[in-house]
């Protein structure tokens, strides 16, 4: 296999080979590991999970998948050493690196909030005014603390924060928070959101062609898999004279599809429903005169 170097216009060394492979860098363990894996073999991609390896080639797609910590994942990016990365966007944030979002992804949704002791008297954001936080985000910490002319000292820690109000360790944690229920045990009281956070994909500003080329491939797989967990299909059956008011209720991809039924006045009725909009439509389904209705899972949806 012949390999060779090329500069990009930013001077970005890259190795090439005549297989050119896009390098994706996921969480090799942690809440990302699963969900990342998945949505790249949702994807048709087959590769190796990565248990005791730090790199596996994908034996069906140009990719190879490296499993780094989250942490380091902008950095490597950013650098080439890979050309995207799937983290969550709170981290890309608090890194703050030279890459390109190129897809929101949807899962992994959390927040980055302050919180303070449960019986603590909270007056709003003058609380902090000279007080100490305890944090893995300090880049983000002291964004919000400027912004909003603030003054506190910034404890940063790796893990565990919740804790460092109880050992008096600090007076708030500003940390990523999910459920709650952390808080909860911790006896916390969340009082601020910094941010909101989904898991994202990062790319390299500086990429050759023949990448971009992969990345859009890829994308297009992403989107159709992301659109077809965000539908679902429907099937009802209802009397003729109300399908308008149903077609109106479902638009559908294009307009829904339409059989008759053996009963006489009657048709079968096929449509795309939005799942966040899913009970909202079916209570108006019902309300219409739609009866029978069968709801399926979508395993790809391409538009
Ligand atoms: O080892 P590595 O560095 O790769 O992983 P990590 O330990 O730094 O990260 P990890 O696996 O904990 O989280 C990876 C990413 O998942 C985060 O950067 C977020 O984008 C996302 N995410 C989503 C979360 C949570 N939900 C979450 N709940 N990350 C962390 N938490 C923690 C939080 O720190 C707190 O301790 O869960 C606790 C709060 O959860 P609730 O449900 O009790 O509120
Ligand atoms: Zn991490």
Not at 38 to 46: A, D, H, P, V
Not at 57 to 75: G, H, K, S, Y
Not at 167 to 187: R, Y
Not at 281 to 297: M, T
Request: net charge neutral; hydrophobic share 40%; glycine share 8%.
């Amino acid at each position: 296999m012949q390999t060779g170097f090329f500069l990009t216009t930013a001077g970005v060394r890259h190795k090439t080979n005549k297989m050119n492979k896009l390098k994706i860098a996921i969480q090799k363990s942690g809440r990302l590991s699963e969900s990342s894996q998945k949505l790249l073999q949702e994807c048709g991609i087959r590769f190796s999970n990565g248990t005791g390896s730090l790199r596996s080639a994908a034996t069906n797609f140009p990719v190879e998948v490296l499993f780094l910590r989250d942490d380091d994942i902008p950095q490597y990016v950013e650098q080439g050493v890979a050309d995207i990365g799937i983290l969550g966007e709170n981290m890309v944030l608090e890194k703050n690196k030279d890459v390109d979002l190129l897809e929101r992804l949807g899962f992994a949704r959390c927040r980055l909030s302050l919180a303070v002791k449960k019986e603590d008297s909270y007056p709003g954001i003058s609380f902090f005014n000279n007080s100490k936080i305890a944090t893995s985000y300090p880049r983000l910490l002291s964004e919000f603390l400027n912004k909003n002319g603030l003054k506190a000292e910034i404890e940063e820690i790796s893990g565990s924060v919740e804790i460092a109000p109880g050992i008096g360790l600090a007076d708030a944690i500003c940390d990523i928070v999910s459920s709650g229920s952390t808080l909860l045990t911790n006896g916390l009281r969340e009082v601020e959101t910094l941010l909101t956070s989904e898991a994202v994909i990062i790319g390299n500003r500086n990429l050759p062609p023949s990448s971009k080329e992969i990345i859009e491939k890829l994308l297009f797989r992403i989107r159709s898999v992301k659109s077809a967990s965000e539908n679902k299909y429907i099937l009802l059956n209802a009397p003729e004279k109300s399908i308008d008011r149903i077609c109106s209720i479902l638009p559908g991809m294009k307009s829904p599809t339409i059989l008759p039924l053996a009963e006489k006045g009657w048709c079968s009725l096929h449509s795309v429903v939005r799942e966040d909009e899913f009970w909202e439509r079916i209570d108006q389904l019902k309300a219409a005169g739609a009866e029978g209705i069968l709801v399926i899972p979508i395993e790809k949806m391409i538009r």
